[in-house]
T-cell receptor
Framework: QKEVEQDPGPLSVPEGAIVSLNCTYS??????FMWYRQYSRKGPELLMY????GNKEDGRFTAQVDKSSKYISLFIRDSQPSDSATYLCAMSSGSSNTGKLIFGQGTTLQVKP | GAVVSQHPSRVICKSGTSVKIECRSL??????MFWYRQFPKQSLMLMAT?????????EQGVEKDKFLINHASLTLSTLTVTSAHPEDSSFYICSAIRASVTDTQYFGPGTRLTVL
């Protein structure tokens, strides 16, 4: 069993839709939870990070962490074609979010105009 | 700020040759850099952690004699793939952490290696 599970998709939605991306994990030691966006043949770009459980909002993006269920989500409101990319969840244990990151497989999102 | 570059962006080499990939933090000092490998439609897998002035720490299953890492300065780490084989073809990505600032890892744009 992988430490972090993420449905690879692809996920196709119409422009303006609300997108829900999810990851599950097995290691209860994870404390930091991150979402990265990766465009084709580019390096990952940090979108959101959350420490422990709870919600965090940044513009059209909302990250949720439910440690009791070992489940994290990223919601994208009013999705745009420019949001089309692969979204990777990542997690870290230890004392900061700069430690070793364990990544999910990534979900490919396509937002159609 | 917090820009990480990689060079080259793409490299094609013959089997048996060695290839060096550079990772630079352009506007900050990085005490720690990480090297990842990403196969098509798969996740990023950490290969090694590189600390300035000391030996790299390799993940289980990564051959340290094949993937040589040097972190000689606070802005540069290099990964050398020695005696490359077609199965080493992959997307290699580095990341860096800013010295004295605990925020997150900043990723480079990646290097596509193709071994013929």
């Amino acid at each position: 069993q992988k430490e972090v599970e993420q449905d690879p998709g692809p996920l196709s939605v119409p422009e303006g839709a609300i997108v829900s991306l999810n990851c599950t994990y097995s290691n209860s030691a994870f404390q930091y939870f991150m979402w990265y966006r990766q465009y084709s043949r580019k390096g990952p770009e940090l979108l959101m990070y959350t420490y422990s459980s709870g919600n965090k909002e940044d513009g059209r993006f909302t990250a949720q962490v439910d440690k009791s269920s070992k489940y994290i989500s990223l919601f994208i409101r009013d999705s745009q074609p420019s949001d089309s990319a692969t979204y990777l969840c990542a997690m870290s244990s230890g004392s900061s979010n700069t430690g070793k990151l364990i990544f999910g497989q990534g979900t490919t999102l396509q937002v159609k105009p | 700020g917090a820009v990480v570059s990689q060079h080259p962006s793409r490299v094609i080499c013959k089997s048996g040759t060695s290839v060096k990939i550079e990772c630079r933090s352009l506007d900050f000092q990085a005490t720690t850099m990480f090297w990842y490998r990403q196969f098509p439609k798969q996740s990023l897998m950490l290969m090694a952690t590189s600390n300035e002035g000391s030996k790299a720490t390799y993940e289980q299953g990564v051959e340290k004699d094949k993937f040589l890492i040097n972190h000689a300065s606070l802005t540069l780490s290099t990964l050398t793939v020695t005696s490359a084989h077609p199965e080493d073809s992959s997307f290699y990505i580095c990341s860096a952490i800013r010295a004295s600032v605990t925020d997150t890892q900043y990723f480079g744009p990646g290097t596509r290696l193709t071994v013929l």
